[in-house]
């Protein structure tokens, strides 16, 4: 599940969100925030994408740097949040 | 498939706003305007009625147990429609979304009890502080920073462009407490008028939307206490994405009751005045101007509705609120010239309360991301 949660994000993050404007491989754990590979306009999109992918909410609380720093950072926080009750 | 058949009692309390509005609001907006005189009265008046405690659940003197979207976007659609001052529903929608709901939903009880429940009440009124002069579209650039202290923090900076600074007894203040984290270094900060180093400038005079005052905030070596952080350190990014999404569609449904409002006027008078021994409203150069307002108007509602539906039921609605904002803005400016044009030269008398329309109008198009802005957004959700 850890794995394919993080190949998910991985796919989305290259194909979605940074694909004509970085060339090389980004790492599950590198800093994509501080960074500013991934920006306000983007955090949006991943988040709507976690919520429809994942089946979960992610309350506006949540919405911090520890949560989405890196793939390993987010793959954590899916995997601790229970899926939305339908 | 989407549903645009409202909740009967959201529509009744829609009507009830309007009854209000027309009934309650009815002052002499042209001299208060001219003036740049805010209607303090009447804010209390829409407190009294329940317009900010829609901004906030009965527990803390809201008007319902819940704060329901849907209904909030009809109610300010309605008070658009039954007010003719767009400067008070923009002053409204300023402090119910973007200070009451970020305190609802970040704050302690502490920060419910002592600051929401007053703002709900209409006995104090609170701005949002966020634009900085050399950081306007590029909001994440700001440099008012807080520096953290034993029990607190120090602000130092200063905000421009800021509703209600020159008069608000808080603010709900942004500042980066980490700038090397960029957006994820900023904190919110409820800051009260009466703290040392805070200064709130004088009213700035501007175009339109002139009864709402705007000004500065200068904060020099201002100890804020942590206990008036909002949220955790670092949260700033979060309340303000959450809060500006409420903002931006609430400030447009009322955009959109005034639109209504401005259409129906514009029909009434193009129906009485006579020229060449008949109603210009006969003449095609006049009629076609007036469908185009009312095209314009059902495009921004169903642009408006479908976000609302979104929403509603949890969605994501990035693509549509930068949409709705971006036709509503331009389209507001356009119908206010059409409206003008209809009239002829009693339009451009200030007398007449036509023109006003189009001063507040382009504020719409600079306010909560200018168009130009909404423009990148859509283009970057296209991936260009």
Not at chain 1, 55 to 68: A, Y
Not at chain 2, 251 to 263: D, F, K, N, T, Y
Request: glycine share 8%; charged share 25%.
């Amino acid at each position: 599940m850890t794995k394919n949660t993080h190949a998910i994000l991985l796919e989305y993050i290259q194909s979605e969100i940074i694909s004509n404007e970085i060339t090389s491989k980004i790492a599950t754990s590198d800093d994509l925030l501080s960074t500013g590979i991934i920006d306000s306009l983007s955090i949006m999109r991943l988040i709507a994408f976690i919520e429809e992918r994942f089946d979960q909410k992610v309350p506006p609380q949540d919405l911090v740097i520890e949560n989405f720093i890196s793939i390993d950072a987010m793959a954590t926080y899916i995997l601790q949040n229970p899926p939305s009750p339908k | 498939m989407l549903d645009f058949n409202w909740e009967e009692e959201d529509l009744i309390y829609k009507n009830s706003v309007v009854e209000f509005a027309r009934e309650e609001l009815d002052f002499p907006v042209r001299s208060y305007d001219k003036e740049g005189h805010f209607p303090r009265d009447l804010w209390t008046k829409c407190a009294t009625f329940g317009i900010q405690g829609l901004a906030a659940t009965k527990e803390f003197g809201g008007s319902f147990d819940q704060i329901n979207f849907a209904r909030a976007i009809l109610a300010m659609e309605g008070l658009g429609y039954g007010c003719r001052d767009n400067g008070l529903t923009f002053g409204l929608n300023a402090q119910m979304w973007t200070v009451q709901l970020p305190i609802l939903q970040f704050g302690s009880q502490h920060h419910k009890d002592k600051f929401l429940r007053p703002l709900v009440s209409g006995e104090k009124i609170g701005a949002h502080a966020l634009t900085e002069p050399h950081a306007g579209s590029d909001i994440f650039n700001m440099t008012c920073a807080a520096r953290p202290v034993a029990d607190g923090y120090i602000l130092n900076g200063t905000k421009h462009l800021i509703t209600f600074a020159p008069i608000a007894d808080l603010a709900i203040v942004f500042a980066s407490v980490k700038p090397e984290l960029g957006q994820w270094g900023i904190s919110a900060f409820i800051v009260e008028r009466d703290m040392k180093g805070l200064k709130q400038s004088p009213v700035r005079e501007k175009m339109g939307l002139r009864t709402i005052p705007i000004g500065e905030y200068v904060f020099k070596d201002c100890f804020v206490p942590t206990e008036n952080r909002l949220g955790t350190e670092g949260a700033g990014f979060s309340i303000l994405s959450y809060s500006l999404e409420y903002d931006r569609g609430c400030i447009l449904a009322s955009q959109v009751g005034a639109m209504q409002r401005q259409l129906e006027d514009t029909i009434e008078f193009a129906r009485k005045r006579q020229q060449f021994k008949q109603s210009i409203a006969k003449f095609q150069s006049v009629s076609n101007r007036i469908v185009d307002m009312k095209v314009r108007l059902d495009i921004a509602k169903l642009l408006l509705y479908k976000l609302t539906w979104l929403k509603h039921h949890g969605k994501s609605a990035m693509m549509e609120a930068a949409e709705l904002k971006l036709h509503l803005g331009e389209s507001f400016v356009e119908s206010s010239l059409d409206a003008i044009r209809t009239r002829g030269g009693m339009g451009y008398l200030s007398e007449n309360e036509v023109e006003r329309d189009l001063r507040d109008a382009i504020g719409g198009v600079l306010y909560a991301g200018t168009s130009d802005i909404q423009r990148n957004i859509i283009a970057r959700l296209l991936g260009l």
